[in-house]
Structures are given as C-alpha cells and as structure tokens.
C-alpha cells in the first residue's frame, strides 16, 4: 500500500505554531514515495518555500522524511522499519516541525507508520523439555514460552496450536498489557509404563495477511509420582528500584513453596520473559530466588518492566508469577537546547517583538527533574518568550541602535527543578546590520580661514570634516559647496572643495583690495539608499599683502608744465613749504607711510616730515640760495618687502612771481628738447630694426627658390657617364690636388623614372667642382642628393662611380 491518507490539517493560533498536519503511511516504503503534498494542506505557496529556507527539524537526529521544496511534497527518504522504530508500541508515529524564516515560522506534522505483516512468529527455543510424573492430576499446568511477534495488531499472534492432544491441552490466558499466558493443560492421565516419551508441536499462527506461524518442539519424560508442584507466594510482586543502581543490587525475593519431600520438593527459579531485553538487565539466583541486576537502568528507556519468574520442581511440576518493576527517576540529564532556527544579522530598524531566533528545549528526566525553566542575560534589548512543549523564542524588547551596541552575545541558560538542579547553556552572536539613521555631523559648527592674497589657483586653504555614525556606505561622505553667490558670482569661482576629503581649494587669485572676506556653506551628504546631509558656514578672510606701492596725490605731477612751491627769502625756520600728501590702497602696516628727502639741490634747506610728508625750512633762506630748488621725496610703506614711490618738488624762493617764472620757463624748455632728441633716436632706432628683418627674409626666399630651381634643371639634364678614376686620382691639369674621393652609386629600374644616388662621405661636406680649363672655383653642391634618372632606360640596376677632384686655387 503505497497511498497516503490525509487525516487532518488544523491552523492553530498557539503561539508560534501556524499549523499542522498529520498523515499516514505503511512501513516499508521506497525512497521517493510521496507522504503527502505539504504546501497544500497547509496553505503555503511554493516560493514560501523557497525563499523561506524551509527544512525538517526532528528532534532526534534521524530523519525519514525529507521535504522538497520545488514541488512542496513530503518525500520518504529512508525506508521505515516500524518494528526497529517503535519496538512493541502499538502506535508508531513521526512527529517533525517544518521550519521557515525571514519571518520565522514552524508548523507540527505527524506521519503515522502503520504495520504491515512482514514477521512471522517465532519462539525463543525450538525446543522445550519436561518431566512430568505419572502420578500428576488432571488439570495439572505447565507454563509454555510465549512465541514473539514483532508485527502489532491484527498481524500480531493470533492463535497458538497443539498437536496431538490426546493427553494435553492449550489454555490462553489474556494479560493486561495485551499478551497471552501459553499454559499446557493435562487432560488424560500419564502412564510411563505404557509412554514415557512424548512430543508435542506448538504452533503461534498471526492474523495478517497472508497468514504467517512459527512453531517449537515439546519433549515430554514421565517421571514416576510427583503429588504436588510449587506454589509463589504470591501470583504478582511488586517492586521500586532507583535508576542508576549499581549492578548486582538485589531487587526483589521471590518464594515458592512444595508440599512434597526429598527431591520432588526441591525447586528451581528462572526468567521466563522472551519479548524484551529482560533477561540482559535482571537475573534470577535459580535457588534463592532474589532478582538482581545484571546492568544499570535507565530510567529514560525503560520506566516500568515485568518480569515473567517460574519454579519448577524435579517433577517437573512448575508454577509461575509477575514481579512488576516500577523504576523511580532520578535527574541525571541536563536539559538539551536545540536551535531549530536563528538569525545571525537582523536590522537596526526591526520592529519590536521580531522573532530572532527560535530554541527547543528537552529534559529526559520526569517530574520535577524534567520541568526546565530558561533565561537570557541581564542589559540587552531581548527577551525569551515562553511557548508550547518548551519552545522559546528569542525577540526584541526594545529599539536597537546598532551605534550603541553592533553585537550581542546572548546566553541562553536553561536549568531543570531537580535536586540538585542540573543546567545547560548555549551563547548566541547576533550582529546588528546598518540602516542609514544618522546624518553626516561636522566638527565644527562652523569653520574660519585665512588666506594670503595674490595666491596661487588650486591652493589648498583648509579642510571641513564631518563624521558619520553609521558603517560602511551609510558612512561614506561627500562633501559640495551649496549654491550661492559672492558679489553676484557664483561661489564655485571662487573655491571648489574636494568631494572625498573636503580640502577646500582656491579657484582664483584674491585680491585684498577687491575683496577682503567671503562666506558660503559646504554640505556633506552620506552615501545611503535614501542620503542624508547636514551643512556648515565657512568664512573666508583675505590677508593683505604688500602688492601696492603708495600714490601720491600731491603735489600732482604733470607732463607739459612744471609746477613750484614759491618761498619767500624772509621765510623762517620751520616755514611750511608744502606737503606730501600720499596714500596705500594696502591695509595695516603695509599702508603706513614715511616720508623723506632722497635727492635735494640744498639738503641743509629743507627737510620733510617723517610722518606727515610736511616739508619745512631747516634754516633761514637767504640772498645767496637759488631760485629754483628741486627735492625729490621719498614715500615708502612699511610693509616686507616696504615699496615706495617718489615724487619731485619744484620750489622757488624768491619774493615775486616774475622772477620765478623767467626761471621756470627755461627749465621748462630744457626738458622739452631732452624729451624730443630722446623720441627721435627711438624712432630711428626702430626703422633700422625693420630693415634689418625685411632683408633676412628676402634672402632666406631667395635661397629657397635657386635651390629649388637648381633641382629642377638637374632633373631635366643628361649627365655623361664619367670613366672611373684608381683612387686618390690626381688631377695633373690642376695646380692643386685634394685626395677627396667621392662614390656615387646609382641604381636604376626599369618601371622608376627616379634613380638612388648615395654619397659615401668623407670629413668634408662639400665638394668643389673645377673645370681643368678654368681658373675659378665652381659652385658648391650639397652631398647625398638624390639625382633623377633618364625614363625608360632599358638597363634594371646600373651603377655609376664618379670621381671628382677638386681642386683649390690661391
């Protein structure tokens, strides 16, 4: 049977369990057999599924059921042996939780595993003996083994058989836990004188289908009279053992008794069971009858057993009883936490009372020794919310600030109520993932710099830096100048900032005189999904520097006339002449001015103020000081490297204007010739200069066109072929000789109209050309030109060697 019967699907609303489905299938199925489609009967989509990670959680670690996600079906993935998983329990179940996340959700299923019938019964011994006096009544019992089946239910023992049955019986009787008692009634009274051997067949048929038995062997051996077999004290004992008791602790004293003498009453004990592992736990001292344990008890396992004991006589006459073991716990297991599903990393922003992580928690122990209460530790935005069959689940209990705090570690500690109590714990790292929360904050709320006038372009001024809380993108910043002007022109034409490390740059060359202070606003923006900005002011003062020399506004100084400051020769000492009067556009002390004399006609006459640029008399004038008095005066900043200006005073001392004009005029007319011979010679100087360059380029023109000009009658010309010379050939017409020999190779094609003429040159780089007939010197000719070939020729490669002398005449 391989089909799958959906018993039932319930949503419940306890808790964390959305819901849950129970199933049923047969032992024995194949790998891949379909239990039951999952995602169905529970509502859920495939891409849940999938983007859930769904998975099984079984709590132990045997998995027999694997969960495929793609089609959303319940799959065997080993096959189930009921009998090796639930041994004798009639009910044999699956029971696994489904476990989803990003939300965290678990639901219940449970696949029931139903018998089929693939054991057929069997008894412990093929064979049993036993010795039966000719004397033992009708009615008489004698105690059979119990065949075994580990089929349950219908495919269980059915029905025990014994053949022949001319002296016993079979009688079955029902125990509470549900098995049967095989007693061998005897019906017919034995004769060893007539049998005394007998053999019997026992037979345990199943119910399943098809009918499965199993059968054992009785040897009987008639004894002569044995009246009375063993009697227990009592038919059932019970007893209370602790787990954990060493081995060889004594359990129970069982007692029967026989009414008969010498060997008939002498009797012997023994364990009986055949269904379970009692006979490796416990013995039984075959004369004493004390019950002892042959290993320690786990209570876990096995919390009750009954032992089957029997006495047997060496008539063969027996008697049987139940010892009822209850075994009492003791807390000798920690509690186990099992993580069925956990976040590593969860959001800053999450909301309060997200499910992080979800824990199971189981105690073997029972009672009290099993009752597990669980915490986490103190100062941490967590709590651990109790909820069915010890499931906790960890949740935020507040905001979490992944600033403050980005990583928990969250210790689970679960402890049992036993005594002493027992404990376990698991510790939890969770870090906290980023959102950009916090904005860009600087370090200043706002930022003042200075910066030297006449500066380069690109210099650096000075840095802004801001900082930002958050981690990695959400914490990388940008910095921008804000829109804005500086006397109407926009600021970024001025300054430009650096948009990784917000080094704020010079665009141009201040001028102090122009602007002295400038302000604007720099914003730095975080590199977050959604960004978020904060900016600052920046003030921007101009340092002066000394870059202006002072004006002088008077006295004025004029091209064409002359101007004086007339003192009469009755003037006193300290007589104000006149004053200097100056300016510095510069600011500070580049702007303060002293004055002094640098060149006068009469230095003991006048002096001028160091400050106040007042020129006064030092003594008193007289009859024998000239008319005209001429002080050039010196203004001078004080700024480093000082400038200066200078300005000349004309001053006449005389009593009347007449006289000083007459003077003034002449002087006047001096420095107008000066002027006229000096424009003269600029102007001549010039034209010579021009004439100068307009020859040149003529002469490079007509040097480039002779030349050209001479190529072009080469081109056009048919040289003769010049007999070859022996080497250092010495012209004997000539009256001198020049060993200069020069090879001309010349090769020829006959689809080129052009030929390859290649100089081999000595030191020299020209050739004189001489005529044996002449007296002159013939016209330079450049080496390595190129000579164009007669058209056509009819030979492919010719080579010409020419040798010419030349020859030098004094």
């Known amino acids: 049977m391989k089909g799958q019967v959906l018993l039932f699907v319930c949503l419940c609303a306890l808790d964390a369990v959305l819901g849950q489905a129970s199933y049923s299938i047969p032992e024995e199925m194949t790998r891949g057999s379909l239990v039951g489609n999952i995602a169905q009967d529970l509502g859920l989509e495939i891409r849940r599924l999938i983007a859930g990670k769904a998975k099984i959680y ?385 370090e200043r709320s706002s930022y003042e710099a200075s910066i030297v006038e006449n500066n380069t372009p690109g210099l650096s001024i000075f840095t802004v830096k801001a900082r930002d809380a958050d981690w990695n993108q959400n914490a990388r910043l940008s910095y921008m100048l804000e829109d804005s002007s500086v006397n109407g022109v926009a600021v970024s034409s001025y300054v430009s900032v650096s948009a990784d490390s917000g080094v704020i740059h010079a665009v141009r060359s201040f001028d102090y005189e122009h602007l002295k202070e400038f302000n604007f606003r720099v914003r730095a923006q975080d590199g977050g999904s959604t960004p978020l900005s904060s900016n600052v002011s920046v003030r921007v003062l101009i340092q002066d520097q000394n870059d202006n020399a002072p004006q002088v506004l008077y006295p004025v100084q004029t091209g064409g006339s002359v101007l004086a400051e007339m003192v009469p020769r009755s003037a006193d000492v300290g007589y104000l002449v006149t004053k200097v009067v100056a300016v510095d556009v510069d600011s500070g002390q580049n702007a303060w001015l002293s004055y002094k004399v640098q060149k006068a006609t009469d230095r003991a006459l006048f002096e001028v103020g160091l400050h106040n640029g007042e020129i006064r008399t030092v003594r008193q004038v007289t009859d024998k000081d000239g008319v005209k008095q001429r002080l050039s005066v010196l203004v001078e900043d004080n700024g480093q490297p000082s400038r200066s200006a200078t300005v000349i005073v004309n001053v006449a001392v005389a009593d009347s204007f007449p006289e000083v004009l007459s003077e003034f005029t002449d002087f006047s007319m001096h420095d107008k010739e000066y002027n006229d011979k000096l424009t003269f010679y600029l102007v001549l100087a010039l034209a010579v200069v021009s004439f100068l360059f307009i020859t040149c380029l003529l002469l490079i023109i007509s040097v480039k066109v002779y030349r050209w000009r001479q190529s072009r009658v080469l081109y056009h010309s048919n040289l003769p072929v010049i007999p070859y010379y022996p080497p250092r050939y010495s012209d004997t017409l000539g009256t001198g000789t020049l060993q200069h020999v020069y090879n001309y190779e010349v090769c020829r094609t006959s689809d080129s109209r052009k030929s390859d003429l290649k100089l081999d040159r000595t030191a020299s780089h020209n050739v004189l050309v001489m005529d044996p007939s002449s007296t002159g010197t013939m016209q330079k000719i450049h080496s390595e030109r190129n000579i164009l070939d007669e058209p056509d020729s009819p030979l492919e490669v010719s080579h010409l060697r020419f040798v010419w002398s030349s020859a030098v005449f004094v």
Not at 161 to 169: G, I, R, S, V, Y
Not at 300 to 325: M, N, R, V, W
């Open 58 to 442: 079984s709590r132990n670690n045997e998995e027999y059921i694997e969960l495929s996600r793609e089609k959303g079906v319940l799959l065997v993935k080993e096959r189930i042996d009921r009998e090796a998983l639930c041994a004798h329990t009639a009910l044999c179940a699956l029971q696994f939780r489904i476990i989803l996340e990003n939300p965290i959700e678990f639901y219940s299923v449970n696949v029931q595993i139903t018998d089929i019938n693939d054991n057929a019964p069997g008894f412990e011994k093929n064979e049993m003996k036993f010795k039966i006096s000719e004397s033992a009544m009708i009615g008489a019992k004698f105690v059979l083994e119990r065949a075994v089946d580990f089929d349950v239910g219908n495919n269980g023992i059915d029905n025990y058989e014994l053949k022949p049955t001319d002296h016993f019986a079979l009688k079955l009787q029902n125990n509470a836990d549900g098995n049967k008692n095989v007693e061998m009634i005897l019906q017919k009274p034995l004769d060893r004188e007539r049998e005394e051997q007998m053999s019997l067949v026992l037979t345990a048929v199943d119910g399943g289908e098809p009918r499965m038995s199993g059968t054992m062997l009785i040897h009987i051996t008639v004894l002569d009279a044995n009246d009375n077999a063993p009697i227990f004290t009592q038919p059932t004992y019970k007893v209370t053992v602790t787990e954990n008791s060493p081995a060889g602790t004594i359990v129970a004293t069982v007692t029967a008794s026989d009414a008969d003498t010498d060997l008939n009453s002498k009797m012997s004990y023994s364990i009986t069971n055949t269904l379970d592992n009692v006979r490796k736990i416990f013995n039984v001292n075959k004369d004493s009858g004390q019950v002892s344990l042959i290993q320690n008890i786990d209570f876990e396992k096995s919390k009750h057993f009954q032992i089957d004991l029997l006495a047997s006589d060496d008539g063969g006459l027996t008697d049987s009883c139940k010892l009822i073991i209850d075994v009492q716990d003791v807390n000798d297991n920690k509690p186990e936490i099992n993580i069925m599903s956990k976040s590593n990393v969860i959001s800053e922003d999450a909301e309060i009372n997200t499910v992080v992580t979800v824990i199971n928690v189981e105690d073997l122990d029972s009672g009290d020794n099993g009752v597990v209460k669980c915490f986490i530790n103190d100062n941490i935005p967590f709590i651990l919310t109790n909820s069915e069959n010890n499931f906790y689940s960890l949740v935020t209990d507040s905001e979490l600030d992944r600033e403050r705090s980005s990583e928990y570690n969250i210790t689970v500690m679960c402890s049992d109520e036993g005594v002493p109590s027992l404990s376990s714990s698991v510790t939890l790292t969770l870090h906290i993932s980023d959102v950009n929360d916090n904005a860009p904050v600087f």
